[in-house]
């Protein structure tokens, strides 16, 4: 069976203290509740250790919301896949729509990125999707084909099962736009038809892909509900813990 994922982003937000406050938030929300899903916190680099060892020993677990792709040397303000998962980080975005678009990583780099997190025993979570013009000039498919098979192709099948995808629009991150449930699950159904050409369909089965994109409480159960969607990946209403647990149980 498919694992459901539900992760919150925290992006540039929380030090390590409010980090540690809203870890233990959601510890207490989550207690007695039976989630149908994985939760998977990423906050900002400062906050790993401390927010995983709040969650040590309880079923939430802790990513990277980015890495650097070489694992050691002269590379100054970068951080690599084995530090990450010496600290006890269990997951790492790869090509966030933030880091492709406001930082220029290209499919190459989250190509190596996404390598490096799998070396280092680390579940990527292989971030893809069109701009609002790619979108309206209908390259959605085609511009996201590219990413998935740039990223994934070559991999070992023990690799792929590792592999987590997620779809988020870039024209809906952020941006309060939501895609409609039968927006993302085509390009689901897209990107599950693309794992399958390149692994096979067993394999690509398996894998989970989640939607991302100015998921919200209030948006999150029809979400849920598209075909092959299999989780969410949010941002800003991650950094609460009420809307977040409402996203985690979703009416
Ligand atoms: C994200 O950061 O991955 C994201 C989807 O952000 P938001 O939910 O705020 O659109």
Redesign the pocket.
């Known amino acids: 069976m498919r694992r459901r994922i539900v992760a919150g982003?925290w992006?540039m937000n929380k030090d390590h203290r409010e980090g540690a406050r809203l870890a233990q938030e959601l510890l207490d929300g989550l207690e007695g509740g039976d989630p149908v899903c994985e939760v998977v916190l990423f906050p900002p680099y400062t906050a790993l250790p401390a927010v995983t060892e709040i969650l040590a020993g309880s079923a939430v677990r802790v990513g990277a919301q980015d890495l650097y792709f070489e694992e050691r040397g002269a590379y100054t303000g970068e951080i690599s896949a084995t530090m990450l998962s010496a600290l006890g980080v269990s997951f790492a975005l790869a090509g966030?729509?933030?880091r492709r678009h406001v930082f220029g990583e290209n499919d190459e780099t989250v190509a190596r990125k996404l390598r490096a997190a799998l070396g280092a025993g680390l579940e990527p979570i292989l971030?893809v999707g069109e701009l609002l013009e790619e979108r309206e000039a209908g390259n959605a498919s085609r511009v996201v084909e590219t990413q998935v098979r740039t990223s994934l192709e070559g991999l070992s099948a023990d690799e792929f099962s590792r592999v987590v995808v997620?779809y988020?629009p870039v024209w809906?991150?952020?941006?309060g736009r939501t895609a409609t449930p039968d927006d993302a699950a085509q390009i689901h159904t897209v990107i599950r038809g693309i794992l399958g050409s390149i692994f096979d369909a067993e394999a690509s089965s398996l894998t989970p892909i989640l939607y991302?994109?100015?998921?919200?409480p209030s948006n999150a159960r029809e979400l849920l509900d598209a075909e092959n969607v299999d989780g969410l990946?949010?941002?800003?209403?991650?950094l609460e813990a009420e809307s977040f647990l409402s996203i985690i149980f979703p009416a």
């Open positions: 982003n992006k966030h729509s933030e971030c997620a988020e809906a991150i952020g941006t991302g994109g100015s998921v919200k990946l949010v941002g800003g209403a991650s």
